[in-house]
């Protein structure tokens, strides 16, 4: 089996979304909180983390997908 993962707000979020709720993240979004452009400090939505590595345990082959570009891709990754 094979997925494919969208990072950014799927299973990956800004640092200040944590303990947050969805529509006081989406305001964080809009207005552009200083760590919705910090890639390096984002950090696992829930249980995605948990979800993902069940997965692959399973024999899934998982890839992901990003809007970044150029160096961004690395802090994401």
């Given amino acids: 089996m094979r997925i ?3 990072t950014e707000g ?8 944590e303990n947050v709720s969805p529509v006081e993240r989406i305001k964080q979004v809009i207005e552009e909180e200083n760590s919705v452009h910090d890639y390096k400090s984002y950090v696992p ?3 995605a983390l948990h979800k ?8 899934a082959e998982v890839y ?3 809007s970044r570009k150029g160096d961004q891709v690395k802090l994401i990754k």
């Fill in 45 to 47: 939505n829930g249980g």
């Fill in 64 to 66: 992901y997908l990003t």
């Fill in 10 to 17: 799927t299973i990956l979020m800004h640092k200040a979304a």
């Fill in 52 to 59: 993902v590595k069940n997965w692959a345990e399973g024999g």
């Fill in 4 to 6: 494919l993962i969208f």
